[in-house]
Each structure stands twice: as structure tokens, then as C-alpha cells.
């Protein structure tokens, strides 16, 4: 949708998504046409719904099979006339938009079922693209991958040299279920648990069976660095490739299965091995106060002291 929306003659307008999903049945109308201060409970302000904010732009309406009957023959009525009402208002505004539309169901069955509109959907149909999912489309998965790897190291700011070789066979291999949306939720939450100048391991992608409340994940240290992939390292365009001091090989070797209270405590010592026990570097790269920080080493100290045997004095 953002592909066509570039290359639009609208490119330079907005470009406005809605989740259709995500939004409940009684906020929908609100969300799509906007509302007037003290249209419904809760309305303390006027607001512009999703169509204006879009005007002259392009508006995406994600899993638009999920809208009640009721919204669909208002949708109709901006397709068709370009115009709208705002909740509690009687004045017509007009608005100009692109409209792209997608789901995952097969509108034309929901049309036989009566669960959506005929009419409606003949004029969502205008330019029709299937894509197929992404298991049909191997080709693209670790495309998709070194794109969503680099995004989330950036965004996180997580410098990691990219994928291991096993890694990048095991995404190749799954079925994908979810589709693009699995892919980029696999990779953000790789990206984040991979100590940095490490590289992704599978047990890190949680592709494989994992006990309920557990996570799957490498030795966080002392474990030998795994065999990269020879033509498919993926490196952040701002993140240096070589591991900082203390830090070679932290991220490999055999996996095991932690409770999420010991994968954080492996995260933060890594982190904090990561940048030679600055104890300030490491609270900012993890979000977390000094405080924060402090407590929890404390914590882990009396643990491991709590935990060691006592042996008898000679």
C-alpha cells in the first residue's frame, strides 16, 4: 500500500492508515467521519475523522471485511458521493481521497454470505491486487528480513552484524502463517534480545516449540561465535560491524530454555558487558533509570549469593 501510495501523483500529500480491526464498533463511525464536540459521551472536543485528515491524500483501510453493516453503507456514501458527516452534525463536508482497501478473507464469498455489502464491494473492486502469502514467496522472506532488521536496529538502537547462516534457514523454511506481520514481529523481537555485535541465532527468532511463559534463547555468555552466512550478513547502515571490547562471541553456542525473569538478567549483563560496565551507557540503552539499574544488579548479587554453597570452616 505505501509502494502505491509513492509512486502516486499524491505522493506528497498524506497518507492515513486505519486498522478496522482494531477499532470497536462503536468508535468506528467516530473514527472514519470525525465528530462534533458533545456528540457522545466522552466527545469533550470536535475532531476530524480519518477521510479529512486524508483529504487530497490517500487513506488505507486495513481488514476492511471487520466493519459492521451499518458503517459499510456510510462508507459507501464518501465513495460514491465524496462527501461525509461528522457524528452529531448535520453539514456536509466534502472530501477527496485515494482509497486502498485490504483483507485477508475472500470478499466475494463474504458477499454470498450477506456479510458484505454488494454494492460496496463492486466499488472497492476497481483495481484489484492479489498478493500471494509469503510462504508462496520465498523468494522475498529474508528480503523483507534484512529490511525489517535494519529498520528495528535503528530504531532501538541495536548495532548486531545481522543474521547467522542457521538463522537464515530456518526463516526460509517457515511456513510464515502470519504472513508479513509474523515476519516483522519475529525480527523486531530478534533484534532486541541479540546482545550487541552479536548475530541473530534461531532460538532468538522463538520460531521453534517453546513451554507457555517461556522464551527460547542462546547463552547470553561466554559462547563461541556461530559460523555467519557467507553472502547474506545484514548490517544497519549506522552500526559498526566488529563487536565492542569484552564483547566477541556473547551471543552463541547451544540453546537452552529460560524463564523471562533469567532472560532479562542475561539481556542486562550482556548490555552492560556491551559497554565495558558503564553503568550509565547501559540504563540509557535499556530505558531504564540508574535506579533501575543499580536495584537490579543488587538483586542478582544477592541471588547468586544466596545460591552458593556454604562450605564447612577447616
Known amino acids: ?166 538463522s537464515l534457514e530456518v526463516m526460509q523454511e517457515h511456513s510464515w502463517p502470519g504472513n508479513i506481520r509474523e515476519l516483522q514481529n519475529v525480527v523486531e523481537r530478534a533484534v532486541i534480545l541479540t546482545p550487541e555485535g552479536g548475530y541473530i541465532e534461531p532460538g532468538l527468532l522463538g520460531l521453534t516449540q517453546m513451554s507457555s511463559g517461556q522464551i527460547l534463547i542462546p547463552a547470553a555468555h561466554g559462547q563461541q561465535s556461530p559460523e555467519p552466512a557467507s553472502s547474506n550478513i545484514f548490517t544497519p547502515d549506522d552500526a559498526s560491524t566488529h563487536p565492542p571490547a569484552g564483547q566477541a562471541g556473547s551471543v552463541l553456542g547451544k540453546e537452552e530454555i529460560l524463564p523471562l525473569s533469567e532472560l532479562e538478567k542475561n539481556h542486562i549483563l550482556a548490555s552492560l558487558d556491551a559497554f565495558d560496565q558503564n553503568r550509565t551507557k547501559t540504563a540509557k540503552h535499556l530505558g531504564i533509570s540508574i535506579r533501575t539499574l543499580r536495584n537490579k544488579l543488587n538483586e542478582y548479587q544477592k541471588s547468586d549469593q544466596n545460591s552458593s554453597p556454604i562450605e564447612d570452616s577447616p
Request: hydrophobic share 35%.
Open 1 to 166: 500500500a505505501r509502494s502505491i501510495f509513492k509512486n502516486s501523483t499524491r505522493s506528497k500529500q498524506s497518507f492515513i492508515t486505519v486498522n478496522c480491526a482494531a477499532i470497536p464498533d462503536n468508535l468506528v463511525e467516530s473514527e472514519f467521519f470525525g465528530h462534533e464536540k458533545g456528540a457522545f459521551t466522552g466527545a469533550v472536543s470536535r475532531r476530524e475523522g480519518r477521510f479529512e485528515l486524508a483529504h487530497n491524500g490517500t487513506i488505507l483501510l486495513d481488514e476492511i471485511s471487520e466493519i459492521s453493516p451499518v458503517v459499510q453503507s456510510k462508507l459507501l456514501r464518501v465513495l460514491q458521493e465524496r462527501e461525509l458527516e461528522r457524528v452529531g452534525s448535520s453539514r456536509t463536508i466534502k472530501v477527496d481521497s485515494r482509497v486502498i482497501a485490504t483483507t485477508n478473507r475472500d470478499l466475494a464469498q463474504s458477499v454470498e454470505k450477506k456479510e458484505f455489502r454488494q454494492d460496496l464491494y463492486f466499488r472497492l473492486n476497481v483495481v484489484p491486487i492479489y498478493v500471494p502469502p509469503l510462504r508462496d514467496r520465498r523468494s522475498d522472506i529474508l528480503l523483507l528480513a534484512e529490511t525489517f532488521m535494519r529498520r528495528y536496529a535503528k530504531k532501538h538502537g541495536c548495532p548486531i552484524c545481522g543474521f547467522s547462516k542457521s
